[in-house]
């Protein structure tokens, strides 16, 4: 009896974790693994969704999305509207923690500062979206403003333009993202030992050697893993260009995003648009995985 009440007790303490885990992994199964199994599935089916009895198609809607320009246009979209995202989200985000973190400034003036670089972080992407195409319409403040300092001669359709859209609605989102860069290197700053900077000032360097050889090197974990995770959420980005060009004009501004949203809701082809959403997943996923074991090689 001994043995079965220990055996009984060491499995009990084997499954207690797992019972408590149970109602996440079950809410987990049902809002993500679910819906991610059916759209793995409906790619691989004729008419999904339409018909009751839909027919296997093997790779046809890979085969008809990797036949389809506009979906290269839409992948050239989003690479650019990420990359640019991250680099800028990253560059500005440090310039204004640097100048957050800094003693020079009063202490006043950078909490004033601090409250009002925190600001695009708080607004949703509808509001982002609006506001953005308030400010950047033909009669808008912008063009007001750069035809009377001269820069522009003439107003400038920014979201209706193919030559513009893109760049504006990436600009757009920019301003909406470096808070987030801002907060985690400020963050980081804060946590670096003054005895390197002390140091440094005792070899002479110079101001850029110790934001070179002290600074840089000391956030580059956090850069590394923000920039990595602002990367994944940036590729999936679907209200703000939605809201502000609809993926237009001819299809300038086309991501991935709207792209399987079309095909789904506008076109109707459920079967294409699935194909494209496991594509985006396969993206999604190979970085996740290699922002997984970049954390476990730290």
Not at 53 to 64: E, I, M, N
Not at 246 to 264: C, R
Request: charged share 10%.
């Amino acid at each position: 009896m001994t043995r079965q009440k220990r055996s009984h007790h060491k499995l009990k303490r084997a499954v207690a974790p797992y019972l408590y885990l149970s109602p996440s992994l079950l809410i987990i199964g049902l809002l993500m693994l679910l819906p991610m199994v059916t759209v793995i599935a409906y790619s691989f089916q004729n008419s999904a969704v339409l018909r009751r009895d839909p027919s296997f198609a093997g790779l046809k809607h890979y085969q008809a999305i990797f036949d389809d320009p506009v979906f290269w246009a839409s992948l050239w979209h989003t690479l650019y509207f990420t990359c640019m995202s991250v680099i800028f989200h990253m560059t500005i985000g440090m310039a204004f923690a640097l100048m957050l973190n800094s003693d020079r400034i009063n202490p006043t003036l950078r909490n004033i500062l601090r409250v009002l670089y925190i600001l695009p972080w708080l607004f949703t992407a509808v509001i982002i979206a609006v506001i953005w195409r308030l400010l950047l319409e033909p009669n808008g403040v912008v063009n007001s403003i750069l035809m009377q300092i001269g820069i522009i001669g003439s107003k400038v359709e920014w979201f209706s333009s193919p030559q513009t859209a893109l760049h504006a609605v990436t600009f757009a989102n920019i301003w909406a993202g470096y808070p987030l860069f801002m907060v985690s290197l400020l963050a980081g700053l804060q946590g670096i030992p003054k005895d390197f900077y002390e140091a440094a000032d005792i070899d002479g360097a110079k101001a850029y050697q110790k934001l070179i050889f002290i600074t840089i090197p000391q956030l580059m974990p956090i850069i590394i893993s923000i920039s990595l995770l602002d990367f994944i959420w940036t590729m999936q980005v679907f209200p703000l260009i939605w809201i502000t060009t609809g993926g237009g004009p001819i299809y300038s501004t086309e991501v991935l995003s709207t792209y399987t949203y079309k095909l789904a809701f506008s076109s109707y082809n459920l079967s294409q648009a699935s194909a494209s959403a496991v594509v985006i997943l396969l993206i999604s996923l190979g970085l996740t995985l290699f922002y997984i074991r970049y954390q476990k090689a730290r």
